[in-house]
């Protein structure tokens, strides 16, 4: 149980473009859920936190208006990267609050 | 904001050796986690440590969280080129259960054959 699904699991998109990628809660229902970036040969960074039903909250330094997140409900949060550009390049994690966090496999987007 | 030092970064040993992963924080834990995460992957939870002075084993793992909560370790024990990873550790402060985690900068383990 506490399957936690990211899709696509990768995408190339050409800069300007903007790229949504899902996450999904399988076998549970999430209130909350959690995006992450990570650089090559880094640690994951909490981007920020998605709600059902509500705003999502962004870490200090982390553009709404570029990363726009809908989580409109108990077992879908999206990410959308606006106008993506080469240093939007990235694993985007996303996890699911089931009393613990249960992570999504990753998403690698490659922007040219 | 809370930090998290994780050390070593990098760690290359031969097989058979002993490991020792170390996360500490200023800052009072209520929960810490330890992950490990394999490339093009998300990661994967090897233990979560709440109590002070707790131990926890999973096979050849042994975690361990300070008795003040500000810090846990990782040991390894004949290590095998199977546990080539990322090591993550990562502290949740507030104990709500809905805030992010905060991770440590991760242990680039490599075991040579």
């Known amino acids: 149980g506490a399957v936690v699904s990211q899709h696509p699991s990768w995408v190339i998109c050409k800069s300007g473009t903007s790229v949504k990628i899902e996450c999904r809660s399988l076998?549970?229902?999430?209130?909350?859920m959690f995006w992450y970036r990570q650089f090559p040969k880094q640690s994951l960074m909490l981007m920020a936190t998605?709600?059902?039903?509500?705003?999502?909250?962004?870490e200090q330094g982390v553009e709404k208006d570029k990363f726009l997140i809908n989580h409109a409900s108990l077992t879908l949060s999206t990410l959308t990267v606006t106008s993506a550009h080469p240093e939007d390049s990235s694993f985007y994690i996303c996890?699911?609050?089931?009393?613990?966090?249960?992570f999504g496999p990753g998403t690698r987007l490659t922007v040219l | 904001t809370q930090l998290l030092e994780q050390s070593p970064q990098f760690l290359s040993i031969q097989e058979g050796e002993n490991l020792t992963v170390y996360c500490n924080s200023s800052?009072?834990?209520?929960?810490l986690q330890w992950y490990r995460q394999e490339p093009g992957e998300g990661p994967v939870l090897l233990v979560t440590?709440?109590?002070?002075?707790e131990v926890k084993k999973l096979k050849r793992l042994t975690f361990q969280f300070g008795d003040a909560r500000k810090d846990s370790s990782l040991h390894i024990t004949a290590a095998q080129p199977g546990d080539t990873g990322l090591y993550l550790c990562?502290?949740?402060?507030?104990?709500?259960?809905?805030?992010?985690?905060?991770f440590g900068k991760g242990t680039h383990l490599i075991i040579q054959p």
């Open positions: 996890s699911a609050d089931n009393n613990e966090q249960f």
């Open positions: 076998d549970f229902q999430a209130t909350t």
């Open positions: 998605s709600n059902e039903g509500s705003k999502a909250t962004y």
């Open positions: 800052s009072v834990f209520s929960s």
């Open positions: 440590v709440v109590t002070g002075g």
């Open positions: 990562a502290g949740d402060w507030t104990g709500g259960g809905a805030d992010g985690l905060t």
